[in-house]
């Protein structure tokens, strides 16, 4: 298991009405990780999670590509110390 990390993740694209977070939360879930996701009054989705750096790497990877419906045209991720979020990932 890789060293514990946070990431957030900003998305831009046809991300909002599309079961984005659904499809966020689902794949954050199955990683193991903690945190939220949520819209954002610009259109885009915001993504809070924590847990092994590499479990992060891949839902950072998948956000690049999106669930089917959507058309990810940028993700901004941006990495900081762990804050000790705990619990199943939800939509925020």
């Known amino acids: ?4 990390a946070r990431m ?8 909002q ?6 499809w966020v939360r689902r794949e954050a ?3 193991g990780l903690s945190g939220w996701v949520r819209n954002e009054p610009d259109g885009s989705v915001r993504a809070e999670a924590e ?3 590499d479990a992060l ?3 950072a990877d998948r956000l690049r590509t999106g ?8 993700v901004a991720v941006r990495w ?8 199943p990932f939800d939509i925020g």
């Open 29 to 31: 879930r199955a990683l």
């Open 67 to 74: 669930p089917p419906g959507s058309r990810v045209d940028r």
């Open 8 to 15: 957030t993740a900003e998305v831009h694209g046809r991300v």
């Open 57 to 59: 790497d891949v839902l």
């Open 1 to 4: 298991m890789s060293e514990r």
């Open 80 to 87: 900081t110390r762990p804050a000790g979020i705990t619990g």
């Open 51 to 53: 847990g092994p750096r």
């Open 17 to 22: 009405g599309v079961g984005f977070r659904w």
